[in-house]
């Protein structure tokens, strides 16, 4: 057959994680703004598994030029590395030049009458170029691996024959130990020959004259990186190349040593013979190499190492290992993404709010905003898991806006914004007075509200979490409640109605199986608690402990009902009096509508209340009153919270009770 016909095995690339590490965390700051080539070493090997392609493999140890290696199997192949400092500047660089200029460094090379130190130097030659995307940790590379394009005319080629069909097991195992024995220059290119009683001997390449006229066999040797039992690789070209030109030949018998289960048995022995014509071409004949991508089109490939460089996805694999090692070991059915994807808006960024956040994040919670209006002061940090120091200085950065950025540096993935701002309130006259203010307030609110699937009501006062009460039972989100006194604690869900449910009327019998809001066991309407208070009784005074458990107990109460089959519908089970006979249960365990704790007891219980018809907050009245009125309705409360008494009708019901049998009611945070 025809050299032209004969199949040529080229390299693929293998660039191993550590090159590229070692490029980004110590090379890339030697190089950075610097286009020039960079030196490289890499490796092919002569023992690849039949079918598999030839690879050049990169590692981390290839930015230096070794001259030894232990491994025999492993032979050098030299380069050199152009990191372009923009996509457009890799895009731009001619890739015909940059052949064009290593060709002619191999064509001067193979034609030049001086000895070459390093054969694989100037034969085994590769050129890669490199766009790091640093901040996605994506590495767009293309190798070119050239090669002559010499001989063109005709040279004939036998069919190639397995050297353990030729020769015995002993002439096999003597080219092994004797190729071993050659330095790293001489592995890849080198003579073997072999006498009529099946002497070998080994010798560097550049032997050739001195033993063309041996009468021993002689082979011009590579080690062939091609597993194909019938054709060689890559290397051949530049080999032919050099010995065409170098040499006056006429025959030739390549030898092409590969190793396959630690023998030398499969190497392939080609013959060719050359025709009359001139062989001493004078000029340049163009050079091939340009590695194909994995669709085996001429484009550049991308390595992603996000997944292992990336410390944000290190972390969030990290974060996210405890939450699959509980699936796995106890809870099979638990539903992670349900929880990943579930939107939480927090009313308040203070105590509670930095314990329900810490929480979230730990449960897998990605996007976790935050509402408030205070600013971080001195005495916060060692209360509020989500301040410093440094949050308190220039009289405090935003609490909200502080909480949001804080809670990024401790999990980078989150999704978290802070909003300054004030929940208008049933008796604060102020809202009603600035109402053009006071109207975008309501806007934005509901507009958060909409936008998440649970909102935690972490306020100081009982009057800032009626209008999220209401806003959502319209929206029908989740609304779960956390309140602190001294050493007490409340945490509640709010009840969530049901798709078909209409909001507006109680006569489908919506509430008498909707769990009651904040504001359902009140016979008073919230009002501006802090109207006749001294500066002390203001301040929020509660033990430490407190707000830890109840923000734990706040998100571990959302994590079981998105658990529940009914997700926020799920309710509670009463008998005729009203009485709770059992809760609702998922996989996690039962789910409570309100957990009452007493840290001086160290005791809690878990009452269950239906809606009130008469609720100030979620009784159909108010919402029919909000969707009719809209800000008109909310302007009167702001103005006169008993409005909210006498529209819902719970004026008539204290006229109609002897209240001195009631026990008073405090509208401080003490249960």
């Known amino acids: 057959m025809e050299l032209h016909d004969v ?310 694999n990290s974060v996210d290992l405890n939450l699959r090692l509980m699936r796995w070991r106890l809870i099979p059915d638990l539903d992670l993404d349900k929880i990943s994807s579930t939107k939480c808006l927090l009313l308040g960024a203070g105590t509670l709010g930095s314990n329900v956040a810490r929480c979230l994040l730990a449960w897998g919670v990605h996007q976790i905003d935050f509402v408030d209006s205070g600013k971080v002061s001195f005495s916060n940090p060692v209360r509020q898991s989500l301040f410093g120091f440094s949050d308190c200085l220039n009289s405090g950065r935003p609490k909200a806006e502080a909480a949001a950025d804080n809670l990024a540096k401790i999990y980078p993935n989150v999704i978290s914004k802070g909003y300054s701002l004030t929940i208008p309130m049933p008796g604060h006259a102020s809202f009603a007075a600035d109402a053009e203010e006071t109207q975008k307030t309501v806007n934005l609110l509901e507009d958060l509200i909409k936008e998440h699937d649970c909102v935690f009501l972490l306020m100081d006062s009982r009057e800032s979490r009626w209008l999220p009460t209401v806003l959502g039972q319209i929206h029908r989100k989740l609304v779960i409640n956390a309140a602190l006194g001294f050493d007490t604690y409340l945490v509640q869900r709010h009840g969530v109605p049901f798709p078909d449910d209409d909001l507006t009327s109680d006569s489908t019998g919506e509430i008498s199986r909707k769990l009651g809001c904040y504001f359902c066991n009140d016979v008073v309407a919230p009002g501006d608690s802090s109207r006749n208070r001294t500066l002390d009784q203001q301040c929020t005074v509660t033990r430490p402990g407190v707000s830890m458990i109840a923000g734990s107990l706040a998100v571990e109460l959302m994590i079981s009902v998105l658990q529940h089959p009914l997700g926020f519908h799920a309710t509670v089970n009463t008998d005729l009096s009203g009485n709770s006979t059992s809760t609702a249960e998922c996989m996690l365990g039962i789910i409570p509508h309100q957990i009452r704790g007493f840290l001086s007891q160290f005791t809690q219980f878990m009452p269950t209340s239906h809606a009130f018809d008469l609720c100030t907050a979620c009784s159909p009245t108010i919402i029919q009153t909000y969707k009719s009125q809209g800000f008109q309705f909310l302007a009167k409360v702001f103005r006169d919270c008993n409005y909210l008494e006498e529209l819902t009708g719970l004026k008539k019901l204290q006229d109609e009770t002897n209240l001195d049998d009631v026990m008073a009611l405090s509208d401080n945070e003490s249960i």
Request: charged share 25%; net charge negative; proline share 5%.
């Open 7 to 316: 199949k040529y095995f080229p390299f693929s690339s293998l660039i191993e994680t550590s090159f590229w590490h070692t490029l980004s965390q110590n090379k890339l700051n030697v190089y950075k703004l610097d286009e020039s080539e960079i030196p490289l070493q890499a490796f092919y090997r002569n023992d690849s598994s039949a079918g598999l392609p030839p690879i050049v493999s990169l590692d981390f140890e290839s930015f230096e030029i070794k001259d030894s290696w232990d491994d025999s199997k492993k032979f050098p192949i030299y380069g050199t590395m152009i990191i372009a400092n923009t996509v457009e500047d890799f895009k731009a660089l001619d890739k015909t030049v940059l052949t064009e200029k290593i060709g002619n460094q191999i064509w001067n090379g193979v034609r030049s009458s001086e000895l070459v130190d390093n054969l694989p130097s100037l034969l085994s030659r590769f050129i890669l170029v490199v766009y790091a995307d640093l901040k996605k940790y994506q590495y767009y590379y293309w190798f070119c691996f050239p090669a002559l394009c010499y001989p063109k005319e005709s040279i004939k080629c036998s069919q190639g024959k397995i050297l353990s069909g030729l020769y015995p097991e002993t002439v096999i195992s003597s080219l092994m130990s004797q190729h071993k024995e050659l330095s790293i220059s001489d592995r890849s290119y080198f003579l073997t020959t072999i006498s009529d009683d099946n002497r070998v001997n080994v010798y560097p390449l550049e032997e050739y004259s001195n033993l063309s006229k041996s009468s021993d066999k002689l082979f011009v040797s590579f080690a062939d990186p091609s597993s194909d039992d019938e054709y060689p690789g890559w290397p051949l070209r530049g080999l032919l190349a050099y010995m065409i030109q170098r040499h006056e030949i006429k025959t030739l018998d390549i030898l092409c040593y590969r190793i396959r289960n630690n023998s030398a048995g499969s190497s392939l022995i080609l013959h060719l013979e050359l025709g009359d014509t001139d062989r001493s071409i004078a000029e340049y004949p163009g050079a091939v190499g340009w590695e194909k991508n994995e669709k085996q089109k001429l484009l550049p490939r991308k390595a992603d190492l996000s997944a292992t460089l990336d410390p944000k996805i290190l972390a969030a």
